[in-house]
């Protein structure tokens, strides 16, 4: 028996703290209930709710909401070298991790404390301090909508881009996404310390062979210095994209300001958005409830009764304010509705 809530407010479970309601609302624990839903109505009446932590809630959604809440971890394949685990889309990313760290598990240390649920990690291609999730992903499983069927997509099939893959783009709406593999490392495990101030950080520690744990402790206190907890101050950890930028737009911008870049193999430039949002002296800024965190300033945060769209005006407004001072156009990270 499907339990249907009517006029159900969202607001818990969405990270920004938005409080718009949902015109019906269905959590499944099971694949057969999401099937089940699936079945009974059209792809067109359903809105697919995961952890909540990528997307920025501008209205009622007047359509049936599905929150995908399947749990289970299990390991699937496993050698001297490698383990391969099969989670369910409504594991807590964050507490997977852990789950990966307290089983010496090695590849996702780096993504610690990311809010989210591993069913939505790959729509993003989720990443942080020099990892992303396809370095580690194997297959993910997902329903189509219209025609029912459990289709499963490698790598290659995922199309993953920078913060991006066929079920932000070309698949948009057309899956949902069941389960997520992993190929971890048990042993000689390939970490990642050059990227952010890991390295800094180990080195103030005086740890000289650090273990994935010591990496993700790192991480953790790293994040934790910078970003707000959604469960105290609303918000969806990065709100925009760090743009990447031409050869010869970075020779004009690097003649007139000091840049933090990361030069890439193609001959681009990626500039840390935070940078370019507090160059323009906007850390802290506040509108009403919606404001740019004081000490990142790559994170929107809703002081309590900032709507969808005070958020919404106050990244529009940044926008603005980035363009008229460096021509980069920044792309919103997060999904807007």
Same mark, same amino acid.
């Not at 970003?227 to 004009?252: R, T, V, Y």
């Not at 949002?277 to 850390?283: A, H, S």
């Not at 004081?294 to 005006?313: E, T, Y």
């Given at each position: 028996?499907?339990?249907?809530?009517?006029?159900?407010?969202?607001?818990?479970?969405?990270?920004?703290?938005?409080?718009?309601?949902?015109?019906?609302?269905?959590?499944?624990?099971?694949?057969?209930?999401?099937?089940?839903?699936?079945?009974?109505?059209?792809?067109?009446?359903?809105?697919?709710?995961?952890?909540?932590?990528?997307?920025?809630?501008?209205?009622?959604? +007047?359509?049936?909401?599905?929150? $995908?809440? &399947? *749990?289970?971890?299990?390991?699937?394949? @496993?050698?001297? %070298?490698?383990?391969? #685990?099969?989670?369910?889309?409504?594991?807590?990313?964050?507490?997977?991790?852990?789950?990966?760290?307290?089983?010496?598990?090695?590849?996702?240390?780096?993504?610690?404390?990311?809010?989210?649920?591993?069913?939505?990690?790959?729509?993003? +291609?989720?990443?942080?301090?020099? $990892?992303? &999730? *396809?370095?580690?992903?194997?297959?993910? @499983?997902?329903? %189509?909508?219209?025609? #029912?069927?459990?289709?499963?997509?490698?790598?290659?099939?995922?199309?993953?881009?920078?913060?991006?893959?066929?079920?932000?783009?070309?698949?948009?709406?057309?899956?949902?996404?069941?389960?997520?593999?992993?190929?971890?490392?048990?042993?000689?495990?390939?970490?990642?310390?050059?990227?952010?101030?890991?390295?800094?950080?180990?080195?103030?520690?005086?740890?000289?062979?650090?273990?994935?744990?010591?990496?993700?402790?790192?991480?953790?206190?790293?994040?934790?210095?910078?970003?707000?907890?959604?469960?105290?101050?609303?918000?969806?950890?990065?709100?925009?994209?760090?743009?990447?930028?031409?050869?010869?737009?970075?020779?004009?911008?690097?003649?007139?300001?000091?840049?933090?870049?990361?030069?890439?193999?193609?001959?681009?430039?990626?500039?840390?958005?935070?940078?370019?949002?507090?160059?323009?002296?906007?850390?802290?800024?506040?509108?009403?409830?919606?404001?740019?965190?004081?000490?990142?300033?790559?994170?929107?945060?809703?002081?309590?009764?900032?709507?969808?769209?005070?958020?919404?005006?106050?990244?529009?407004?940044?926008?603005?304010?980035?363009?008229?001072?460096?021509?980069?156009?920044?792309?919103?990270?997060?999904?807007?509705?």
């Amino acid at each position: 028996m499907i339990n249907i809530k009517k006029d159900f407010s969202l607001k818990t479970l969405n990270t920004f703290g938005i409080d718009v309601k949902a015109k019906q609302f269905i959590s499944v624990t099971k694949q057969d209930e999401l099937l089940e839903i699936l079945r009974r109505f059209y792809a067109s009446e359903l809105f697919i709710l995961g952890g909540g932590s990528n997307m920025l809630l501008t209205k009622d959604i +007047n359509k049936t909401v599905v929150h $995908v809440n &399947l *749990k289970g971890i299990e390991t699937v394949q @496993e050698d001297e %070298n490698h383990i391969w #685990l099969n989670v369910q889309a409504g594991e807590n990313w964050h507490e997977f991790v852990l789950y990966c760290i307290e089983n010496n598990y090695g590849g996702l240390e780096n993504l610690s404390l990311i809010p989210g649920n591993v069913g939505t990690s790959p729509i993003q +291609n989720i990443g942080a301090y020099g $990892v992303e &999730l *396809k370095d580690n992903f194997e297959f993910c @499983e997902a329903i %189509n909508v219209q025609t #029912l069927n459990t289709v499963k997509f490698n790598k290659a099939d995922c199309e993953f881009g920078y913060r991006q893959s066929v079920f932000k783009n070309k698949y948009k709406s057309q899956f949902i996404i069941t389960n997520v593999c992993f190929k971890l490392t048990k042993r000689k495990h390939n970490l990642h310390l050059d990227y952010g101030a890991i390295k800094t950080v180990l080195d103030q520690k005086n740890i000289q062979n650090p273990s994935i744990k010591d990496i993700s402790d790192v991480v953790i206190d790293i994040r934790s210095s910078k970003l707000p907890n959604p469960k105290e101050l609303g918000n969806s950890g990065s709100f925009f994209k760090n743009p990447i930028i031409s050869a010869q737009h970075f020779e004009q911008l690097q003649q007139k300001f000091d840049l933090k870049y990361y030069p890439l193999a193609s001959g681009d430039y990626k500039i840390p958005a935070g940078w370019l949002i507090d160059q323009c002296q906007l850390k802290g800024y506040r509108q009403g409830d919606a404001a740019v965190h004081k000490q990142q300033a790559l994170v929107l945060v809703n002081h309590g009764n900032a709507s969808g769209h005070d958020i919404l005006n106050l990244a529009k407004y940044i926008q603005a304010q980035v363009f008229n001072t460096f021509n980069i156009k920044l792309e919103p990270e997060v999904n807007i509705y």
